[in-house]
Nanobody
Framework: QVQLIESGGGSVQAGGSLRLSCAAS????????VGWFRQAPGKEREFVAG????????AYADTARGRFTVSRDNAKNTAYLQMNSLNPEDTAVYYC??????????????????WGPGTQVTVST
């Protein structure tokens, strides 16, 4: 069992930055691939970015590529999502998730087993 807790959300003006953290407990995060998802009001949950333990591969949704960076610190059992050049369309609840290690990154939410409660990100004009 892995427990995940996100932090670092908040309110920021367009063009600003935030760094989200996802702290894991229960088991070492190194045994899992990590995904970041978000859900805006009235919309489905969508994949934002992911990190695969095997090969150290990162993947990003088109909306995040070039602006967001996913990373992890296994010594701290924590994953991060650095978000730059934020715009109002990035407003959503952001979730981190974990799934057993595999080759490649899975963007489908239903392939992830463990989820954090989410953290709100609000970007204003």
């Amino acid at each position: 069992q892995v427990q995940l807790i996100e932090s670092g959300g908040g309110s920021v003006q367009a063009g600003g930055s935030l760094r989200l953290s996802c702290a894991a407990s229960g088991r070492t995060m190194g045994n899992y691939d990590v995904g970041w998802f978000r859900q805006a009001p009235g919309k489905e949950r969508e994949f934002v970015a992911g990190h695969a333990w095997i090969g150290g591969v990162n993947a990003y949704a088109d909306t995040a590529r070039g602006r967001f960076t996913v990373s992890r610190d296994n010594a701290k059992n924590t994953a991060y999502l650095q978000m730059n050049s934020l715009n109002p369309e990035d407003t959503a609840v952001y979730y981190c998730a974990a799934r057993p290690r595999s080759v490649g990154i899975r963007s489908a939410a239903d392939t992830y087993i463990y989820w954090g409660p989410g953290t709100q990100v609000t970007v204003s004009t």
